[in-house]
């Protein structure tokens, strides 16, 4: 039983961020992490072999060179190796370009299971997974709580509105799981010693027999506009002040906003 | 002899950086207060492998430079100085088999060591026998394959909780410490031995520091190590290695108040401003952030000696445990002075961490023993002539 996990390298959650001249993330001396919604798709992962109910687990990344980075994280944590895609080509691919890389590398790779998180930090599309998915023609399941094995099928528990559906799907399957899995591990010591010797391989678009010209610049979308949301005025408070007071105010601040 | 620090020393400190401020900086005030040894703690140390970096890799240990180790124990300290002391201990108490055992009790000891799964102390102090470790008066008599250890042992750290001891006990009392001593392994679970009592401190609360009996407690003779009367020797080469961890301690303790303070006074404000933007402040900050800097590469110079094995290894130990010490408690007596009244508080661990730096000045030999091994060296070095020792005296150590 074989996993994949498909992981995104992304700059630190609440770091300010940079974009290039046509808005594009600027990557350049950001620092940066594995997608933390990410770790709980490792983490469910590596559970997964804890419990002997997978062999292996494979890391999948597309980015730069420096996303190899997140990758030797991600083997620290546990797992057997690690495949980055990565192509001067691919710069500023949306989600469209990224699953069809995606899709061509798990073709290659041939997982049971092509594990990933919910939503990447950054750009929050959440298609990627789907997109991956249709194009594999293989089943999602999606947002698990929790993701099992058994009998050559795989089984999310998803929470729902009123509690918990159990969603199955012959395998191989493409899954996400979300941040109800339960905490990521710590890489230990003799795990970040171990991740350097493990194996991570780098991949061009050659090498997934991939035309250049097929992804059509790596987007079929562009963004057009980025800014932080507006500030909002200043609170006004109300304190330190008899009750009565203090209604009337609220009350003179709704009425000169003819709100009563 | 020139160090750097590589990529394997800012992963490492990345790595344990991690741990201390999401899992064990929350713990510390609550194991301060409670005084109570932190178990879950020592289980999160051993599963992330970090209590057997002294421990070679066929044991189970990961061998890590003595730099590593010092940047482990000083982000640890960073956050809590008791938790730092559950690897600095491992290694103390671990040194004398390390550094004496044989293969055979290397390989004994050191998997469960290593692991984390047993803790190990190191039982040399005793009540009337402190910096003065030749007048010790514990007594190991041999009996056919075994030796009957008889006496007690004071200021243990970790000598409650720990499932093995390397002990120090006279084999030859007419000989005296310093020719009679001899080291054994002790397995806590022996018959006779008990740890009775442990003290109430002023710091490092949570590190329980015990009273140890031993009475009629039968030993192996396979359990000594080195030769009979070799006990003192081992006991010096332990701590002149050893103290370098209580420098690494410190050096945590330091920035751990600088960065306390620094946080606090960019936040507080008085007179219309941030403290931080007083000048006056800022001085104090600035005198704080370099002198640990200081202390903290005086640790890795020394760090890098020892693992270089040079002859003058003591004296960079003792220089780097004095000045990491000193600095330590000057450091964070000036944060608390920079949080006023809120310094005094236990709402804010800058009072911990000062109660915490006195005993940075106290164990594993006082700063004036420190002194005493420098200026021996520094004598050496210029051809003095040691001074003939007086009659009765003592105190003169090695």
Known sequence: MKIVVCIKQVPVTGAEKRYTDDLRLDRAGAEAIINPLDEYAIEQALRLVDSGAADSVTYLSMGPEQAAEALRRALAMGGDDAVLITDPALAGADEWATALVLAAALDKLAPDVALMGMASDDARGSLVPGAVAAKRGLPLLSYGAELTLAEGAARIRRLSATGFDWIEAPLPVVATVTDQVGEPRYASLKGIMAAKRKTLESWSLADLGIDPASLRGAALTRVTDSRPPEQKPPTERIENMAAAEAATRIADWLAARKLI | ?398
């Open chain 2, 1 to 398: 002899m020139t160090y750097l620090l590589t990529r394997d020393h800012d992963e490492l400190r990345a790595l344990v950086r991690e741990l201390a401020e999401e899992k064990i900086a929350p713990r510390a005030a609550q194991i301060d207060q409670s005084a109570e040894f932190p178990w879950d703690l020592k289980e999160l140390l051993a599963q992330q492998d970090l209590l057997g970096t002294c421990f070679p890799e066929q044991h189970g240990g990961t061998a890590l430079d003595t730099i590593s180790q010092s940047i482990l124990v000083e982000e640890l300290a960073r956050a809590d100085a008791t938790t730092s002391l559950i690897p600095i201990v491992q290694k103390l108490g671990a040194l004398p088999i390390l550094i004496a055992g044989t293969d055979e009790q290397k390989a004994r000891y050191s998997p469960r060591l290593a692991s984390g799964e047993w803790l190990v102390a190191f039982a040399l102090t005793e009540a009337a026998a402190g910096s003065d470790v030749a007048s010790n008066r514990m007594s190991a008599v041999r009996d056919g394959d075994d030796y009957v250890l008889n006496g007690s042992k004071r200021f243990i750290t970790h000598g409650s909780v720990a499932n093995l001891l390397t002990v120090f006990a006279l084999t030859d009392p007419a000989a005296g410490g310093r020719k009679g001593m001899s080291a054994f392994v002790v397995e806590t679970d022996t018959p006779g031995f008990a740890a009775p009592r442990v003290e109430h401190k002023m710091g490092i609360r949570g590190s329980p520091t015990a009273e140890l009996t031993f009475d009629d407690v039968r030993v192996p003779a396979a359990n000594r190590l080195g030769n009979e009367g070799e006990g003192f020797k081992i006991a010096m080469a332990t701590l002149d290695r050893s103290r370098l961890s209580i420098a690494a301690q410190a050096v945590g303790i330091a920035q751990g108040a600088t960065d306390a303070a620094l946080a606090y006074t960019a936040e507080r404000r008085q007179f219309g401003e941030r403290v931080v933007d007083f000048q006056g402040v800022q001085w104090m900050l600035a005198d704080m952030a370099s002198q640990t800097e200081a202390a903290r590469q005086l640790t890795y110079a020394a760090a890098a000696r020892v693992d270089a094995g040079a002859s003058d290894m003591p004296y960079w130990t003792s220089s780097a445990k004095l000045v990491a010490g000193d600095i330590a408690m000057r450091v964070t007596t000036d944060a608390v002075q920079l949080l006023g009244g809120y310094g005094y508080i236990s709402e804010y661990p800058v009072e911990r961490m000062m109660r915490d730096a006195k005993i940075t000045q106290l164990y594993e030999g006082t700063q004036q023993i420190q002194r005493m091994i420098i200026a021996r060296q520094l004598l050496e070095r210029a051809g003095v002539q040691k001074r003939p020792p007086h009659a009765g005296s003592t105190n003169a150590r090695q």
